[in-house]
């Protein structure tokens, strides 16, 4: 029975640590990848009058078709927007004492920031659109955005 009061769900926004690892469970060939993600925290230091950064490494773990995305697209430093859940586990290590981690499950993952970072190149994948004579792709863009909608009139 899913008690209705309770609720596992990570929300980050950080940069990649390392490229993730992929791997394939033996038995069942299902695909896992293994990376870190890093988030900023910005505190201020009353003792000093200084703001200060602070990271905090997390450790992500993703299943299936997730991983073989992570592992195609993710790269060191990209920035990515997770959701994802909190799962602790247990194994002995080599001297038979029981050890845990708590790791975040991926569930979703957003590519952030520009596609220079990625290392795609925009003209290949994807090409720009035409835009209308007398006005640049930026023009354009801030007009649709500003505006909501282009303000082309429309004779009927």
């Known amino acids: 029975m899913r008690d209705i009061n309770s609720l596992n769900k990570a929300t980050l926004i950080g940069r990649l640590g390392q490229k993730p690892e992929l791997r394939y469970l033996p038995q069942t060939e299902r695909a896992v990848a293994r990376f870190t993600l890093a988030t900023n925290e910005r505190y ?9 950064i602070r990271a905090e490494w997390h450790r992500i773990v993703a299943w299936g078709k997730l991983a073989e995305f992570c592992e ?28 845990y981690t708590t790791e975040i499950e991926a569930q979703n993952i957003v590519l952030l920031g520009r596609r220079e970072e990625a290392g795609v190149q925009e003209e290949e994948s994807y090409p720009k659109p035409s835009t209308p004579s007398g006005s640049s792709e930026e023009e354009e863009n801030v007009r649709i955005e500003e505006g909501g909608e282009e303000d082309d009139e429309v004779p009927f």
């Not at 201020?44 to 200060?52: L, Q, Y």
């Not at 990515?80 to 194994?91: A, F, N, P």
């Open 72 to 99: 195609k697209y993710l790269t060191q430093g990209k920035q990515i927007y997770l959701e994802g859940k909190l799962r602790t586990r247990s194994w002995q290590d080599r001297e038979g004492n029981k050890r």
């Open 44 to 52: 201020f230091n009353p003792k000093t009058n200084e703001s200060d």
